[in-house]
């Protein structure tokens, strides 16, 4: 029988919720031998493939990039799970929606800069006017809270999506 298909996608995130992650130690072992991680920031794939059947994912939907990938992620995921704070309710990046992005890209880069100030028009992707939980751009199948959720709380939560069972995640908490 062949294993399920995992990912795992950084959108606006600190990369927090990868390190809990992880932080499941020698269990990543045991999730590594029962699913096949397609793809994520930890291996080394650079095109989000078909047929994923478990896809955590990191971050708000802040930037086009991050809206173009939450789509296409969507499009080829069964079970989306909105992993960590930043991902359930936008979190740390929602904190600059009352701003906007034209007065924030102003203070970060000319204001604030003593050396060659200029909003930086390639290599960074244009932002959203806010940035958005997951659940508000797409459908979201299971919500993992935390900032981050806990080792032991990813590790439960993909055994059960392993063996076919929806997880539990009463016991889970924003923000710790
Ligand atoms: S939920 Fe917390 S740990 Fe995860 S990306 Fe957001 S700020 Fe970082």
Not at 25 to 53: C, G, N, Q, T
Request: a negative charge; glycine letters at 6%.
């Amino acid at each position: 029988m062949s294993k399920p298909r995992l990912a795992t996608v950084w959108l606006d995130g600190c990369s927090g919720c990868h390190m809990s992650f992880l932080d499941m130690d020698e269990r990543l072992l045991e999730i590594a031998d029962r699913a096949d991680i397609v793809y994520s920031p930890l291996v080394d794939h650079k095109v989000f493939p078909e047929d994923v059947d478990f896809c955590l994912v990191e971050g708000a939907v802040s930037s086009e990039e991050d809206l173009h990938k939450i789509k296409l992620v969507r499009e080829r995921t069964r079970t989306l799970i909105s992993f960590g704070d930043c991902a359930v309710t936008a979190n740390v990046p929602a904190m600059r929606n009352p701003i906007g992005p034209g007065p924030l890209l102003e203070r970060a880069y000319i204001e604030n800069v003593t050396l060659n100030p200029g909003i930086p028009l390639q290599v960074i992707p244009a932002l959203l006017p806010t940035a958005q939980p997951v659940h508000r751009v797409v459908q979201v199948d299971v919500f993992l809270p935390g900032c981050p959720p806990s080792a032991d709380l990813i590790y439960n939560a993909l055994v059960d999506l392993i063996e076919g069972r929806t997880p539990d995640t009463r016991g889970a908490r924003f923000g710790r």
